[in-house]
């Protein structure tokens, strides 16, 4: 059955940092490729960054490029995003989920920038 569950999000001023985790179980984490998406309260979900499975090759949504980083650990099976110069229309609920999604979501992170 698969799991994620991410934390790290918060209320935080324009410019600064936070850093999402996202832990994964129930599937085989090291063959998939990973994305973190996020959905602002009235939008669609959006794909912000992925990383692929044995490779890890990186990608990112124009929006984020230069400011966002996304890494994982296929040892511990978590993945994670690093955002920094955050802008207050980061604020939204961030998921981690696969590139191609499981139907499983997990609850998501609030991030929240706001002066």
């Known amino acids: 059955q698969v799991q994620l569950v991410e934390s790290g999000g918060g209320l935080v001023h324009p410019g600064g940092s936070l850093r999402l985790s996202c832990a994964a179980s129930?599937?085989?984490?090291?063959?998939?490729?990973m994305s973190w998406y996020r959905q602002a309260p009235g939008k669609e979900r959006e794909l912000v960054a992925t990383?692929?499975?044995?490779?890890?090759?990186?990608k990112y949504a124009d929006s984020v490029k230069g400011r966002f980083t996304i890494s994982r650990d296929n040892t511990e099976n978590w993945v994670s995003l690093q955002m920094n110069n955050l802008k207050p229309e980061d604020t939204a609920v961030y998921f981690c989920?696969?590139?191609?999604?499981?139907?499983?979501w997990g609850q998501g992170t609030q991030v929240t920038v706001s002066s």
């Open positions: 990383v692929t499975g044995p490779g890890g090759h990186t």
């Open positions: 989920n696969a590139r191609v999604p499981f139907r499983s």
């Open positions: 129930g599937f085989t984490f090291s063959s998939y490729a």
